[in-house]
């Protein structure tokens, strides 16, 4: 595979500009819906002490359930803009479809991450990137099993994690910006980031299945 033909940084920062023009209120409303749903419950409990173990736990246990069907919802709502197709709120909500696949694929990814990281924090953080594009996959090919995306992942990242962490490391400023504003800047910083990781999966997966055509 040649990195060259990848898209640099900068390129699919500015994709994901123009991608957002027009929507990017749209999708701060969506994202700012998902964290009344999955971290404001959690950061009441925690924050301001109410002295209920067993509803934290409760609260913990249901938001690590849906973590996995929420994250393949948002793979498929940033992919439907990238591609230009209609998008919508009740798009995050796709990955419930899907909801056995979804939640074994983020119950794998993260226990693999883990035993990785018990050796060294490092093999650890590059198996995240290996596994990055699996919620991609899984969008892509409602029929994949979790460990077939995790292992497509991983194929699909040979040669670019490089390309990804550098990617991720792009946006460092932003998100110290975001923490400036007290997290209320994630809201519209979140699009940007996904749209740009989101259109680092087109890329690399149309770069592959060109290359797959040639040969």
């Known amino acids: 595979m040649d990195n060259k033909v990848l898209k640099t940084n900068y390129e699919l920062r500015a994709i994901s500009r123009?991608?957002?023009?027009?929507?990017?209120?749209?999708?701060?409303?969506?994202?700012?819906?998902?964290?009344?749903?999955?971290?404001?419950?959690?950061?009441?409990?925690?924050?301001?002490?109410?002295?209920?173990?067993?509803?934290?736990?409760?609260?913990?246990?249901?938001?690590?359930?849906?973590?996995?069907?929420?994250?393949?919802?948002?793979?498929?709502?940033?992919?439907?803009?990238?591609?230009?197709?209609?998008?919508?709120?009740?798009?995050?909500?796709?990955?419930?479809?899907?909801?056995?696949?979804s939640f074994l694929l983020i119950f794998l990814m993260y226990l693999f991450i883990f035993l990785w990281a018990l050796l060294l924090i490092i093999p650890g953080i590059i198996k995240a990137f290996s596994y990055s594009m699996a919620f991609y996959i899984m969008y892509d090919d409602p029929n994949i099993k979790p460990l077939e995306a995790l292992k497509k992942s991983k194929n699909m990242m040979k040669g670019y994690k490089k390309e990804y962490f550098l990617l991720g490391l792009s946006f460092f400023g932003w998100i110290l910006l975001g923490i400036l504003t007290l997290g209320i800047g994630y809201l519209w910083l979140s699009p940007y980031i996904s749209l740009s990781f989101g259109n680092f999966y087109e890329n690399l997966k149309n770069i592959q299945e060109e290359n797959l055509v040639v040969e």
């Open 18 to 101: 123009d991608q957002l023009k027009g929507v990017w209120g749209k999708m701060a409303v969506t994202i700012l819906i998902y964290y009344l749903i999955t971290i404001v419950p959690q950061f009441i409990f925690w924050e301001y002490g109410l002295n209920i173990p067993i509803i934290d736990i409760i609260i913990t246990i249901i938001v690590s359930i849906i973590l996995g069907p929420f994250t393949l919802g948002f793979a498929g709502y940033f992919l439907k803009r990238i591609r230009g197709e209609i998008f919508s709120l009740e798009n995050i909500f796709d990955g419930f479809k899907r909801f056995g696949s």
